[in-house]
């Protein structure tokens, strides 16, 4: 099991935003408790359950774990 973050950097006010997900929300919540990040900022989409996260914490992200990959390769591994 493993938690991702990507590297789709859309902009969010005057930040650039990343989608940090996992294969179970538990893993991912687990992540997003280390990060600081608030439940409350969890997009429980069907398909897709992430937190955005702005470019500090995508490298926090990476330095506990996460495997940084493409917007690209997130979807694929997604669409299973």
Partial sequence: ????VDDYRGPFRNMRM???TADTEA???AMADRLGLS??????HPRHP???VCEPLR??????????????????RRKG
């Fill in 1 to 4: 099991m493993a938690v991702y």
């Fill in 18 to 20: 990343s989608h940090l």
């Fill in 50 to 52: 992430h937190y955005d």
């Fill in 27 to 29: 893993e991912l919540h």
């Fill in 59 to 76: 490298r926090m992200a990476i330095r506990f774990g996460a495997v940084a990959e493409s917007a690209k390769d997130g979807a694929r």
């Fill in 39 to 44: 439940r409350a900022w969890f997009q429980a």
